[in-house]
C-alpha cells in the first residue's frame, strides 16, 4: 500500500471515479454532554476542502471533545458530525483513514526512538514506511539525526514536532490539530504554519479543523466556531 491514502481504497467503486476528494464536514446540531454537565449544545457549522475552521472556546467548554467527535472516537450526545468525500458520507473506520491527528493526549512510546514510534504507527496505518520516508518526515517536521534518540530523552517540543510526522505519515486530506504549537518555539510554530498551509493548497483539496485558543491561530481563518457564552 503506497503512503498516500486512496480514494478508491476508501468509497464505493461508483463514487471512486471522482477525481477530487470534495471534502466536506458538516457539524449538525451537536449536543454533549458528560453525566449531568453540558459541555456545549447545538453546534452546527459546516467546511469544505481548501478551508481551515477553527474552533475556539475557554478551557473546559469541549474543543478537544469536538475534534474527537468530528474524527469518529465519540459519539455526541445528539446530532451528527457528517464527513464525506466526493459525495459519499464516511463511517467512523473510513474517515478515521483520511484524518491526520494531533492532540496532547498522542501516546508515545518513551522507551522507543523517534524513528520507532514512526515505523510503529506506520504499520498500524498500512503504510509501508521505509527509511528514506521516515527521514522526510523527521526533516520536515525538524527533527532530522533525532530519529534515533528515544522519545523518552525528548523535550516537550520535539515530542510536539513528532506528534505531527505521525499525522502526516499517511498523507491524510483532513488534518485535525489540537493545540496545533503548544510547546513549539518560533521555528516549530513555523513548520506547523507551513504545513497548514500546504494542507490548504494540496492537490484535491485538502482541509483542516483547528482547535486553539491562541491568538495567532484564531486568525488562521474567518471561519470559526465559538464554544461556551456568547456561542
Do not use: C
Amino acid at each position: 500500500m503506497s503512503k498516500q491514502v486512496e480514494i478508491a481504497s476508501i468509497l464505493p467503486r461508483e463514487s471512486a471515479a471522482v477525481s477530487a476528494w470534495d471534502l466536506f464536514v458538516q457539524l449538525d446540531r451537536i449536543t454533549h454532554r458528560f453525566g449531568s454537565r453540558t459541555v456545549f449544545e447545538g453546534v452546527t457549522e459546516a467546511a469544505q476542502e481548501g478551508e481551515i475552521l477553527v474552533v475556539s472556546g475557554a478551557n473546559g467548554s469541549g474543543k478537544s471533545t469536538l475534534l474527537r467527535i468530528i474524527a469518529g472516537l465519540l459519539t455526541p450526545t445528539s446530532g451528527r458530525a457528517i464527513v464525506s468525500a466526493a459525495g459519499t458520507e464516511l463511517n467512523g473506520a473510513q474517515r478515521r483513514r483520511l484524518i491526520g491527528y494531533v492532540a496532547p493526549d498522542l501516546v508515545l512510546y518513551r522507551e522507543l526512538t523517534g524513528a520507532e514510534n514512526l515505523q510503529f504507527f506506520a504499520e498500524l496505518h498500512g503504510v509501508r514506511a521505509d527509511r528514506a520516508m521516515l527521514v522526510d518526515l523527521l526533516t520536515r517536521v525538524g527533527l532530522r539525526g533525532r530519529g534515533r534518540d528515544a522519545v523518552g530523552g525528548y523535550s516537550s517540543g520535539m515530542r510536539q514536532r513528532l506528534k505531527y510526522a505521525f499525522a502526516l505519515l499517511h498523507d491524510p486530506p483532513i488534518l485535525l490539530l489540537d493545540e496545533p504549537t503548544a510547546n513549539l518555539d518560533t521555528n516549530g510554530v513555523a513548520i506547523v504554519e507551513e504545513i497548514v498551509k500546504a494542507q490548504q493548497m494540496r492537490p484535491g483539496g485538502g482541509l483542516t479543523i483547528v482547535a486553539t485558543n491562541e491568538p495567532r491561530e484564531l486568525e488562521w481563518s474567518a471561519r470559526r466556531v465559538h464554544l461556551g457564552p456568547g456561542a
